[in-house]
């Protein structure tokens, strides 16, 4: 361990120590990892006795709702979601899974103009400079593996236990696809099996998350991909948009197209896969690909976005036939990169 975590992991548990009111804040549509982030500092926090809350910018999925402390998280929703006192009595602020302010959509001016001391702990590659101390490592697989790494050096340590665990688990599985990407640093294997001694039961936290949909998804998943999917096997690229009328069809619940962008990446010769979303005033836009072929660089210069080099998200403020048909011509940019691409 390098001599800047040392010292970071130092003024950690000094003002940890020090803290009265402390909040801890994912980003704005929270995925597994961010709020297994947050509940794993928020459990052992408690444990070690300290008031602590979670305050989420918006709402979060129903997949996520079992985990220990999960109906502590206070959601802000569209009549709070400029609540000018959402941090009124906090002295310690811990934002997690986000580099930059604009990733806290909502709350990001209540948040900078708090005068607690404010502490990030992220895995996003170039973070803004918008707190106190920055936690920032892009070797980590997930927030969560790197709030495991922080609190096991620790005097947090001796209050980790099998809630605290679940929660860190389910950010590491939930961010690594079951292990499918950023997943290829051993130190992320020496984690989860420490995670395991800690009685955590892996098969259940799978189920939980994967196996708790509703028929109405199932039966959009199954519209997607028969309906949805466009595959360009010439590019080793596939990609999938949903409509708002499909999203309406289907009774669409908060987190329902959760990992629909990594079903076409199980087409044989298929390396890059995209899904584009139809919201209500822009369009949502993930990418996943297999390799050292990087989407956070192909969302970073298209798409306002950004990530990891397998998986990244952004935007698009025109619609949806103009951002696919955008996507499709960018392609051809990448025609020989893609065409003699080999995983």
């Not at 009124?88 to 001016?109: K, Q």
């Not at 948009?241 to 289907?250: H, P, S």
Request: glycine content about 6%; some cysteine; proline content about 3%.
């Amino acid at each position: 361990m390098n001599k800047d975590l040392i010292s970071k992991i130092k003024i950690f548990e000094e003002k940890i120590k020090k803290a009265e009111n402390i909040i801890i804040l994912p980003h704005y549509n929270p995925d597994g990892d961010a709020i297994g982030s947050a509940l794993g500092l928020y459990n052992i926090l408690i444990n070690y006795g300290k008031n602590v809350s979670v305050v989420s910018p918006t709402h979060f999925p129903d997949f996520l709702k079992w985990m220990p402390g999960a109906k502590k998280i206070r959601a802000l929703g569209e009549k709070t979601k400029s609540d000018p006192n959402v941090f009124t009595d906090a002295d310690l602020l811990i934002g997690v899974d986000f580099n930059a302010l604009n990733r806290i959509s909502n709350v990001a001016v209540r948040f900078s103009e708090s005068n607690a001391y404010k502490i990030l702990i992220d895995h996003h590659p170039d973070p803004e400079n918008f707190t106190d101390i920055i936690f920032s490592d892009t070797s980590y697989s997930s927030t969560a593996e790197f709030v495991y790494e922080i609190i096991s050096n620790s005097f947090l340590k001796e209050f980790l236990d099998k809630n605290v665990a679940t929660c860190l688990y389910t950010g590491i599985m939930t961010d690594t696809g079951s292990f499918n990407f950023n997943s290829s640093n051993p130190n992320t294997y020496l984690v989860v099996a420490k995670l395991l001694e800690l009685g955590i039961n892996k098969d259940k936290i799978f189920d939980e998350v994967y196996n708790s949909f509703s028929v109405n998804r199932m039966r959009f998943m199954g519209h997607v991909l028969l309906n949805r999917m466009i595959v360009i096997p010439e590019m080793k690229t596939a990609y999938i948009y949903i409509t708002a009328k499909d999203r309406k069809d289907f009774k669409e619940q908060f987190g329902d197209t959760e990992n629909f962008v990594n079903m076409p990446l199980a087409i044989k010769g298929i390396i890059f896969s995209a899904i584009f979303i139809e919201r209500d005033n822009f369009i949502k836009i993930s990418f996943r690909s297999k390799g050292s072929f990087s989407v956070n660089d192909f969302s970073q210069k298209y798409f306002n976005g950004g990530g990891h080099i397998n998986a990244a998200g952004g935007e698009s403020h025109t619609s949806l036939q103009e951002t696919t048909k955008k996507f499709v011509d960018i392609l051809q940019e990448y025609k020989d990169e893609l065409i003699n691409y080999s995983f």
